[in-house]
């Protein structure tokens, strides 16, 4: 998934010295693309990798006017009519007539109709393209933002600035935490980050550094998440978030096996999931069992230790085997409903984040050929191996 990040310090050479930490760090595995924003000019850049950044062209593209805020994304490009498509342009922020749009997650039209203005445009600029459109209508941003988001299904986290002031808006699946910074036991500054791991290892990172430059601060003890289906407005002369309403998620379920990318008409170019005969038993049993892709997704991994996109034929026998004993306790057990309340207070481990292993994110992006998907995952996993080593 890609990672949002927002810093703000009472000083600006440590506000960009963590956001430099952050933006490597949170890119490990987001490396389609890296942006960074200071609300402070106006100024934006973009770049694909944020290991290419050095901390000399961080400091020169955003010190003409100082600010004690500086927002920051890495991307993890998806699939968009079953193309990854990675260049500077698709990198975040994107930036219309009255917004600077961050986006983590992947959303789709609520209507599958084709709309021409779509036609080569990722997810996150077809929904800056709505709001702004909604704007003309709606200028509260709470309901604007409800408004324009009944428009579309998925995952989603923001960061937007509209008219100097700061939104942060997070969803129900995409993450995002927030860390306080004190200097002798007075607050001094704010990180939020989608990623908690990534944001402690970067200020592991950055902590070197700033004992160069002889700061002495701390953090609290550690990042906190923030509260579902929330809008904030971020204050930056207090440091503080507060919240301004709610924006609830629609769930993107996908239960026929075909997969329409945003922009895309159906019928026009898209594919059938499934092609295999044991994919296809597999598709019967989610059918049968009346889940949909993702409720399937974490049942294989509860009941076979192993995700869709991980399965491999010596697993089919035993995962075959499971769901049958589960299709059993379904027809036994008062229906889906059951089973899946079932499945939700299993105690076996079950974390989405597996599938940042292969640069999925899933269920939202779909690529048709798996085979391809796993093959291209393996070159990258060496591809990184091989530049640690260098």
Request: net charge negative; aromatic share 10%; glycine share 6%.
């Given at each position: ?8 310090t009472?000083?600006?050479?440590l ?23 200071n ?12 290991a ?6 961080l ?34 922020p994107?930036?219309?007539k ?54 579309f299904n ?25 860390l ?63 919240k ?8 993107r ?11 895309m ?11 295999s ?45 499971y ?25 076996g ?7 940042a ?5 899933f ?28």
């Amino acid at each position: 998934m890609c990672q949002l990040t927002l810093v703000n310090t009472n000083n600006p050479i440590l506000t960009r010295m963590l956001l430099y930490s952050l933006l490597v760090s949170n890119s490990t595995q987001n490396r389609d693309g890296t942006g960074f924003y200071n609300p402070t000019t106006g100024i934006y850049w973009k770049t694909e990798k944020a290991a290419e950044l050095t901390k000399i062209e961080l400091a020169k593209s955003l010190t003409e006017k100082v600010s004690e805020t500086l927002i920051g994304h890495v991307r993890a490009a998806g699939f968009t009519n079953y193309i990854k498509v990675i260049s500077t342009d698709k990198a975040h922020p994107f930036v219309s007539k009255n917004f600077v749009l961050f986006h983590n997650g992947s959303l789709e039209r609520k209507s599958k109709l084709w709309n021409k203005e779509d036609e080569g445009l990722i997810d996150s600029e077809i929904f800056l393209n709505e709001l702004e459109e909604q704007y003309k209508k709606e200028k509260d941003i709470v309901i604007l933002l409800q408004k324009t988001m009944e428009l579309f299904n998925g995952k989603f986290a923001f960061i937007i600035e509209h008219a100097n002031h700061i939104y942060i808006v997070r969803g129900k699946t995409a993450e995002l935490h927030t860390l306080d910074i004190t200097h002798n036991g007075e607050k001094i500054g704010m990180i939020i980050n989608t990623g908690e791991v990534s944001g402690e290892r970067a200020l592991i990172e950055a902590g070197c550094f700033i004992k160069l430059m002889g700061i002495s601060i701390g953090f609290s003890s550690k990042f906190e998440e923030l509260e579902k289906e929330t809008i904030y407005e971020f204050l930056s002369e207090t440091r503080s978030l507060v919240k301004l309403g709610e924006l609830k998620e629609t769930d993107r379920v996908v239960v026929t096996g075909r997969y329409v990318p945003v922009g895309m008409p159906i019928g026009a170019g898209s594919s059938d999931i499934f092609t295999s005969s044991a994919a296809k038993r597999l598709y019967d049993y989610m059918f049968e069992l009346g889940l949909n892709i993702e409720e399937f997704d974490k049942l294989l991994f509860i009941c076979a230790g192993t995700g869709i996109l991980q399965l491999v034929p010596a697993d089919l026998d035993d995962v075959f085997f499971y769901l049958e004993e589960v299709k059993k306790r379904k027809n036994s057990s008062g229906g889906s409903k059951v089973l899946w309340d079932n499945i939700k207070n299993c105690t076996g481990e079950f974390r989405m984040d597996n599938y940042a292993k292969i640069d999925v994110q899933f269920p939202y992006f779909l690529e048709p050929n798996l085979k391809a998907i796993l093959v291209r995952a393996k070159q990258e996993s060496k591809d990184r191996k091989d530049a640690m080593i260098i």
